[in-house]
């Protein structure tokens, strides 16, 4: 089973800052999910990438695949992008029980 | 707007109490998922169902149950409660494993 590690686990930024938030995982995959969940437990998908580099606003989320690595930035940050930040990682073979593993979530909080 | 509603925001249960956690989704999606979420362990896979009365075990689907009698509604059961079972449980769809999971806004499930 595929590992996926987050880093960092808590991040503290002032308004405005530019945020990277790294994904790393340890076999290959066919896809990776980046997903963003506010207090409260609702969760929002913000991309879905297999290579290269997906913009969203003031998102943006970029894979190596060689690497096996992706990170999520965050352009002129604000609070309300205050929230949990999962990465979370497709297997080739694409289902079952292997199908989609997770990270343990980057906490992320903006300070006016 | 693809719509996962779930039963329950918070839930109270006794001990050996029978649970039913339930989950509908309004875009004919074949592939739904019951997910626990708990602090330092991120989001780990219960049961997920890819068509209806067809469902495999995830990570750890002991102590759970499942049930896709019609297509939109995926039901979890807890047969008889325990406080380990105490959790945010999350359900998901999606059109299929290559695509992006729609998530439900959770039940916080409090076993006494």
């Known amino acids: 089973k595929n590992e996926v590690e987050q880093s960092p686990q808590n991040l503290t930024a002032q308004e405005g800052e530019f945020i990277t938030i790294n994904c790393s995982y340890s076999?290959?995959?066919?896809?990776l999910h980046w997903l963003q969940q506010h207090p409260g437990g609702g969760i929002v998908s913000l991309f879905m990438?297999?290579?290269g580099k997906k913009k969203h606003g003031r998102l943006i989320a970029t894979i190596n695949i060689q690497e096996k690595h992706s990170s999520l930035h965050i352009t002129a940050s604000h609070p309300r992008d205050s929230a949990v930040y999962i990465c979370a990682v497709l297997s080739p073979s694409g289902g079952g029980a292997d199908g989609l593993t997770f990270g343990k979530g980057t906490h992320l909080i903006i300070q006016p | 707007d693809v719509k996962v509603t779930q039963s329950s925001r918070y839930l109270v249960k006794r001990t050996g109490e029978k649970v039913f956690l339930e989950c509908v989704q309004d875009?004919?999606?074949?592939?739904m998922f019951w997910y626990r979420q708990d602090p330092g362990l991120g989001l780990r896979l219960i049961y997920f169902?890819?068509?209806?009365?067809?469902?495999e075990k995830g990570d750890i689907p002991e102590g759970y149950s499942v049930s896709r009698e019609k297509k939109e509604r995926f039901s979890l059961i807890l047969e008889s409660a325990s406080t380990n079972q105490t959790s945010m449980y999350l359900c998901a769809s999606s059109q299929g494993w290559r695509y992006e999971q729609y998530f439900g806004p959770g039940t916080r499930l409090t076993v006494t």
């Open positions: 875009m004919d999606h074949e592939n």
């Open positions: 990438l297999s290579s």
């Open positions: 076999v290959g995959i066919s896809a």
């Open positions: 169902s890819y068509d209806v009365k067809m469902k």
